[in-house]
């Protein structure tokens, strides 16, 4: 075939024009249905400059979680993908249980928030456990240890332990880490 006739034939399957009575709406049911799906979902960034091997990232990232039921895990991009979860706690955990790594590679989970694209989410900050070692019990107290925690990045949580109480042998703080762009 002529590469003429079939750039011809590409453009006309194009739907670039804006005709009004083309445009679709959106009915209450598609709208739930899509946030019902959103609501299992989270996106992920792998930050490396090297290429993902896709189907050992399908294969680790499971068990990495310690999923407990299926994930789906759908490629969106260069170093993007979503995962689709089949439990709201493996969710929950792949978002707040972290860092995560693959590869030796930072991996970010962020929820989707509405129409986004995954592709044009920021991925410029995560949370990170840090552990504050050597502090006197006297001043193994919330005041103290959140005034140093804040010297790193705003505090995200405390870990007070089973009886919650702030003593042991460190105090460990959940800390917001703003990353370089790359």
Not at 5 to 28: A, F, G, Q
Not at 70 to 90: A, C, K, N, P, Q
Not at 118 to 128: A, I, K, L, S
């Amino acid at each position: 075939m002529d590469p003429d006739e079939i750039s011809r034939l590409v453009n006309e399957m194009k739907l670039s024009h804006n005709d009004p009575s083309d445009v679709v709406n959106l009915e209450e049911t598609y709208i739930r249905i899509g946030e019902e799906r959103l609501a299992q979902c989270l996106v992920a960034k792998v930050l490396s400059t090297k290429a993902v091997n896709i189907e050992a990232f399908r294969q680790q990232m499971p068990r990495v979680i310690q999923a407990e039921r299926r994930i789906d895990i759908e490629v969106t991009g260069d170093h993007y993908f979503v995962f689709v979860f089949y439990s709201l706690r493996d969710r929950n955990r792949a978002l707040t249980e972290g860092p995560w790594n693959f590869a030796r590679n930072l991996l970010i989970f962020k929820e989707p928030i509405g129409r986004q694209n995954p592709r044009t989410m920021t991925f410029d900050e995560t949370n990170f456990w840090v552990q504050l070692h050597n502090i006197p019990l006297a001043f193994m107290h919330e005041e103290l240890l959140l005034k140093l925690g804040r010297q790193i990045g705003p505090v995200v949580e405390m870990d007070r332990g089973e009886n919650g109480a702030l003593m042991g042998r460190f105090a460990r703080i959940r800390i917001r880490i703003n990353l370089p762009s790359r």
